[in-house]
């Protein structure tokens, strides 16, 4: 089988060239420079290769490249990208706030968490997906996008800590400074907290960003909403939180989606002010937007204002942001809903 080529770190893709090819390690620096910097997926345009090498390289190795099906894009400016990748379709989206351009990529086909306002959840799990066709949904975005894609969040489809050998890799590669060069710190690991993952990421000894998924500081709410959540209680997650901060200095994002009469009350409220009290966070509230074939509704006006003028004095970080691309379907929770369907007969999952 041919060796996926956007899916080796640098250091694989030097070992592979030198044990499997035979080649001199100076190739790999060579190879990676077209790949991830010049973001070039022809061998024959590889022009300073010996032909030989290029040869060999066809005979032995792929390149993935999404081919781009659609490309929304709402008044606000949001672009919503639906990508073939080799093992089913992917939705990805552009989040322009100049001088930020954030690419948000989906990491699974799907995503088992099952969170119950979520439309990906509720299409069920398809596979994972392989480092390679994570970060080609960034290149197929760069190449179409006229602005420099300046930050990258793991917050489309799927659960990346779900996927880690994968994400992992991605992340490497993404932030890798002979490629795309995007800082460790412009990129988000966006997860609900599963048992052992952050845990991961803080081995990594990298300042990438974590968001967690809480949208509730209420344990019994929080399991409804994210039945994930009953693996892990919100004292752990708080752990796993403190253990990220203190090692790498930076805060975490609390994400927190605010869902009429659900975690929209001032009980909730305060719960939340008293989880976040020794935690080096910002949160960050959303507004739930309601999608068709779920019970769930957008909060009013006043309880909007009522649950954030209640966190503002009391919590160091808070913003409230109203969901970018709600108009292409692009915010959280609604990606997938267009490519999704359980037991969609189009899908290839991977073996
Ligand atoms: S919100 Fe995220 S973790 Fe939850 S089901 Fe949707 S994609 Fe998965």
Known sequence: MAVEL???????????????????????????????????????????LSLKFRNQLKSTAGITVPEQVNKVESPDGTVK??????????????????????????????????????????????GNMTAGEIVAQLYAMSETSASRISNVVLMGMGEPMDNWDAVANALEIISDSRGIC???????????????????????????????????????????????????NLAELKRDMLEYTGTTGRRVTLEYCLIQGINDSLEEAEALVQYSKELPCKINLLVYNSVPGLEWERPSEESIKRFTEYLYPRCSAVTLRRSRGDEVAGACGQLGASVLKKGDPAFTVPP
């Open 81 to 126: 990208y639906l990508l073939q990748l080799p093992s089913g379709p992917a939705e990805s989206v552009l989040i322009p706030d100049p001088p930020r351009f954030t690419a948000c990529l989906s990491t699974q086909y799907g995503c088992r968490m099952g969170c119950k306002f979520c439309m990906t959840g509720l299409a069920g799990f398809h």
């Open 6 to 48: 956007l899916e080796l770190t640098f250091d694989q893709l030097q070992n592979w060239l030198v044990e499997d090819l035979h080649q001199k390690p100076f190739r790999a620096k060579q190879l990676f420079k077209w790949l991830h910097f010049k973001r070039i997926s022809s061998f024959d345009a590889m022009t300073n």
């Open 182 to 232: 995007i800082g460790q710190r412009k990129i988000t690991v966006s997860t609900v907290g599963i048992p052992g993952g952050i845990r991961k990421l803080v081995d990594m000894e990298k300042q990438y960003g974590l968001a967690v998924s809480l949208h509730s500081a209420v344990q019994r709410t929080r399991e409804m909403l994210v039945p994930a959540a009953k693996a892990i």
